[in-house]
């Protein structure tokens, strides 16, 4: 579970985040959903310790990350995967080079065990035999699917997904969203998915946060969201002719 | 001032994470024998041709310069040797490769920048500055000493070449490159490279590593990696003279 207290984030004049308190649950699928320039892309980045916090207090599993020494803090980044907007594979390796990085960094493992977690982690999503091949050959959503592979080859306990689904089409989005969700309960990891894509909110959203000008206006799960009477959040969900008649339903 | 100030400080606290100790020596080595490849290997073909052809036209306005028939032919071999050794090899070859190699490594690290490559590395706890900035500056500072050996020897060939189309005899020139030779200016030179080397290679990285923004940003970054190692580079050029032979 990661808590997060009194968080504060500003970047000169602009207050981007204002004393954010939050839970994000192990083991579901945690929503972060809002505008462009809401403030989810700051939050995340504090919660993956590429920002710091002006303010407030970040819990991994009840620990304060702002008071862990530096070989702890190392220890932790192990057990933290991210999906990347873009996938961010490093360009000069293959699929099987950059999915093997974080094992050949971090462990000692001989190279046949790093290959078997390798074929394992392309299996799981689905890209078995696709190990030679460069980032450049690899379409968008198997870009997103060597990602997540690469994110999960050190099972960690948890996992950061920032807009999984720009640039996909709807097909592949409900496939990468279901590959999150399946992972998130096959490891019992506290997945944290920053989205501002209605379809996925309803697809995987069980603990969905709002964000609206840097604060947390509304908390619930899909459910709760399709019933909330919360104007700022009916307004931005309900945008489009197909969500409100959904809603009217 | 004040932004030449914020620059200096965040270079160095950059040099600073750069100069730790590499996580893994095993991985360390396989991107410094890339980074050689990249920064070094790929250069020698551009340093060939240039340095030929600089060192026939030094060695041809040279002869050309000094119609005065009590002036001896053998100076057009001492002319040329003194400017490839001095100031060609190491200064104007390492301006050009500012312009080759250190653009290549901004705009490679400003588009690792700005496709979040580098943001992968700091969340898997990889210092990156380190990871991917020490091996492009030990490769260049390893790699082009001997580009500027290279060079110093394709332009006395040149040189020699020059001088024949200009009624400069082979023994001429050769008494020329011979005469009075000084060891100390290749030592001069050497060291001027290995600065120069540093330079393009950190100053470089800094500008791409931290590139804000998408591609126009990167080649920004680019264009300014390269004006402000040449700049530096002219800079140095006369700091170190002034202190090694002056």
């Known amino acids: 579970m990661i808590e997060i207290k009194n968080i504060e984030k500003h970047f000169g004049d602009n207050h981007v985040l204002k004393d954010i308190t939050h839970k994000f649950e192990q083991g579901k699928t945690n929503l972060i959903i809002g505008e462009s320039g809401s403030g989810k892309t700051t939050l995340l980045k504090i919660l993956v310790g590429l920002y710091k916090n002006d303010n407030g207090s970040v819990f991994f599993d009840g620990i304060d990350v702002n008071k862990m020494k530096r070989k702890e803090e190392k220890a932790l980044h192990q057990e933290v995967g991210m999906l990347f907007q873009g996938g961010a594979l490093y360009d000069y390796m293959t699929v099987e080079e950059n999915i093997m990085f974080p094992l050949t960094m971090f462990t000692e493992k001989t190279e046949e065990e790093k290959l078997e977690r390798v074929n394992f982690c392309l299996n799981r999503v689905n890209l078995k035999g696709e190990n030679d091949l460069m980032p450049s050959e690899l379409s968008g959503g198997m870009k997103k699917r060597v990602a997540i592979a690469r994110a999960i080859v050190m099972q960690p306990k948890y996992l950061f997904c920032d807009e999984p689904n720009s640039g996909l089409d709807p097909k592949t989005s409900i496939l990468i969203d279901n590959l999150i969700q399946e992972i998130t309960k096959e490891y019992n990891i506290t997945t944290i998915v920053n989205t501002h894509d209605m379809n996925s909110v309803m697809e995987i959203g069980e603990h969905i946060a709002y964000i609206n000008k840097g604060e947390i206006w509304w908390t619930g799960s899909k459910e709760d969201l399709i019933k909330s009477e919360n104007k700022e959040l009916n307004d931005f969900v309900f945008a489009s002719e197909l969500f409100k008649r959904i809603k009217n339903v | ?246």
Not at chain 2, 170 to 198: C, H, M, R
């Open chain 2, 1 to 246: 001032m004040l932004k030449l100030l914020e620059h200096l400080g965040q270079y160095f606290i950059m040099m600073k994470k750069v100069m730790s100790k590499p996580e893994k020596f095993k991985v360390f080595w396989k991107q410094l024998l890339l980074e050689i490849e990249k920064a070094g290997l790929n250069s020698i073909g551009i340093v060939l041709f240039i340095s030929f052809f600089v060192g026939g036209v030094v060695s041809i306005q040279t002869a050309i310069n000094m119609s005065n028939p009590l002036l001896p032919k053998y100076l057009v071999g001492l002319a040329s040797r003194d400017s490839l050794i001095l100031e060609f090899a190491p200064t104007m070859l390492s301006l050009i490769l500012a312009g080759k190699v250190g653009s290549s490594i901004a705009s490679e690290l400003g588009s690792m920048r700005v496709s979040e490559q580098i943001d992968a590395l700091e969340i898997m706890g990889v210092n990156s500055a380190s990871f991917l900035i020490l091996p492009k500056i030990i490769a260049t500072i390893f790699f082009f000493p001997f580009l500027v050996i290279i060079s110093m020897g394709i332009g006395m060939v040149g040189a020699w070449i020059g001088g024949l189309s200009v009624d400069v005899t082979t023994a001429d020139f050769l008494s020329g490159l011979k005469y009075e030779f000084n060891p100390f200016y290749v030592t001069y030179s050497l060291i001027k490279t290995v600065v120069f080397a540093f330079i393009i290679a950190s100053v470089s990285s800094y500008f791409g590593y931290f590139t804000k923004g998408g591609s126009i940003a990167v080649g920004k970054s680019s264009t300014k990696a390269v004006v402000s190692s040449s700049i530096l580079i002219l800079v140095f050029n006369f700091i170190l003279t002034n202190l090694l032979l002056a």
